[in-house]
């Protein structure tokens, strides 16, 4: 087979992000964790591309070309190299709509073909979604969901025992012909045979598939878990302790939690596998055929695809914030599995204790949430779906406790989220999806930013209202105004959501 590239000079000329072929040699050699995902390296005398972290021995530049996607490489005619597995690579977020859109196509979007419903999603048509696409990523849509697909696949190949036919249906291919016709013509080798080649699955608990999601280090995985079991909503989430019950011990704990996707239902499991710099994830195999979106949210979720090293470098130059990450590096922002979840947790906080928001949210779901079987004590439901609670009345739902106007915001939300207010466009900026969420009666700029950072992964939403904010930001001991509050996150921006986090937890 010849495995020289098909084009010699890459399509695209910016999307490297500001780096030259120099810069992306040395953090080549350098095996620089900070660049993982944000390019990849074609070999040609191989025919390979790789993460810069792959263990090989580093080539010469002259063989080496640069590309800013694994779609872009194999456009060009490289194949995924087995040992470094690009399709492990963290994401290189940016604030753009072609990444936006490339979130959602990684998520399954296009697994059904239907480009005209993602471009109408987007709000541009087909040939214009196309162009935004091929000025970025140097592939069109379709391209870059055969790379997603196929690498999702070669993931399921190589670190689960799932049957050929399973695994082509989770990867979102429509039948199990085409799944092998497309590896075997972008890798040159049999699905089989990449199970075999690869390195053996990892042990998975009985009746559960395991699934290994990588980040750039460094993590703060115990404070991460902190923040969420201080949140956890009982019956549906669970952060479980090492066995020493310390949490911090090993791995750190793990977390746990019951899932309901587009139909399927079942739990998920994630530990934290510091010495690989990947979070392990554990599924109910009932969970199979969504295993494409179910990643994407648990990526989020945790947000594995933050950049440490860049956001401290921005937030560490301003003297209250740098002090604060000295002793949290690897902080990240917690997202939200369901934005729905998030959004009616928020309601439920306003006002009250964080303590109090949590009893609030566990009533909630005794009285409205589906009973779900799973292997944890503390996971015994699923989460009110939004229609189910859009049927309930504001007495209903006042009936766990809350007040009569705080019910009925749940009911508005609730009716917003059912009509898809939550299925926010790619691309719409913070301000706009601030606006959006504050016509729902009863949600106000706190609750809005709060929901668009965790759960929208807006990285510089910044509840400016926020007491506990006024008060830390105030180096005198005292607080202050939300204006004055604002005036000074200005400067964190684009990261104001970090620099939240970092006063919050410090």
């Not at 996971?379 to 009569?404: K, N, R, W, Y």
Request: glycine fraction near 10%; include cysteine.
């Amino acid at each position: 087979m010849d495995t020289s590239p098909t084009h010699p000079d890459p399509p695209f000329a910016d999307s490297l992000r500001g780096l030259d072929s120099d810069s992306c040699y040395r953090a080549l050699a350098a095996k620089d964790t900070r660049f993982d995902g944000v390019f990849f390296t074609g070999v040609t005398t191989t025919g390979v591309y790789c993460r810069p972290v792959c263990t090989v021995k580093t080539p010469r530049p002259s063989s080496c070309r640069f590309f800013s996607s694994a779609a872009a490489a194999e456009a060009a005619g490289f194949r995924p190299c087995l040992r470094c597995r690009p399709e492990l690579a963290p994401y290189a977020l940016q604030e753009n709509l072609a990444h936006a859109v490339w979130q959602r196509i990684a998520g399954g979007a296009l697994n059904d073909g239907n480009l005209e419903r993602l471009a109408g999603e987007v709000g541009l048509s087909s040939r214009q979604l196309r162009r935004v696409l091929m000025q970025h990523f140097g592939v069109t849509p379709i391209e870059l969901a055969q790379t997603q697909r196929l690498l999702f696949a070669k993931k399921l190949l190589q670190e689960t025992r799932l049957p050929m036919a399973d695994v082509a249906f989770a990867a979102g291919f429509g039948s199990v012909r085409r799944f092998n016709a497309l590896f075997a013509q972008r890798y040159g080798i049999a699905p089989g045979d990449i199970r075999r080649a690869g390195e053996s699955a990892a042990p998975a608990a009985p009746g559960a598939l395991t699934l290994r999601l990588a980040y750039r280090p460094p993590f703060d995985w115990a404070r991460m878990l902190g923040y969420l079991s201080h949140r956890a909503i009982a019956g549906v989430e669970q952060v479980i302790p090492d066995k020493d019950g310390s949490g911090r011990g090993g791995g750190g704990g793990s977390y746990a939690r019951s899932v309901s996707l587009d139909g399927s239902h079942g739990w998920l499991s994630v530990t934290h596998r510091p010495e690989r710099a990947q979070l392990e994830l554990e599924v109910a195999p009932s969970l199979a055929g969504v295993l494409m979106p179910l990643v994407a949210r648990v990526r989020a979720l945790f947000d594995l695809d933050a950049n440490p090293a860049v956001i401290v470098g921005h937030l560490g130059r301003d003297a209250l914030l740098g002090e604060r990450l000295k002793d949290m590096p690897g902080l990240r922002v917690p997202g939200a599995f369901d934005a729905f979840e998030l959004a009616i947790r928020a309601v439920l906080g306003q006002q009250v204790s964080v303590a109090g928001a949590t009893t609030l949210s566990g009533r909630l779901v005794a009285r409205f949430g589906i009973a779900e079987a799973t292997p944890f004590e503390r996971v015994t439901h699923g989460f009110p779906m939004p229609a189910a609670l859009a049927e309930a009345s504001a007495a209903d739902i006042a009936a766990i406790g809350l007040p009569q106007a705080r019910a009925q915001t749940i009911l508005n939300l609730a009716r917003f989220a059912a009509e898809g207010g939550l299925h926010m466009p790619p691309g719409l900026t913070l301000e706009d999806s601030i606006a959006r969420l504050r016509t729902v009666r009863g949600i106000g700029d706190w609750t809005a930013h709060y929901i668009a950072l965790r759960a929208l992964r807006f990285p510089d939403a910044f509840p400016a209202g926020d007491l506990g904010l006024q008060k830390a930001a105030a180096e005198d001991g005292g607080r202050l105004t939300e204006k004055q509050l604002a005036v000074r996150a200005a400067a964190w921006s684009p990261w104001r959501g970090y620099a939240a986090l970092a006063l919050w937890m410090g």
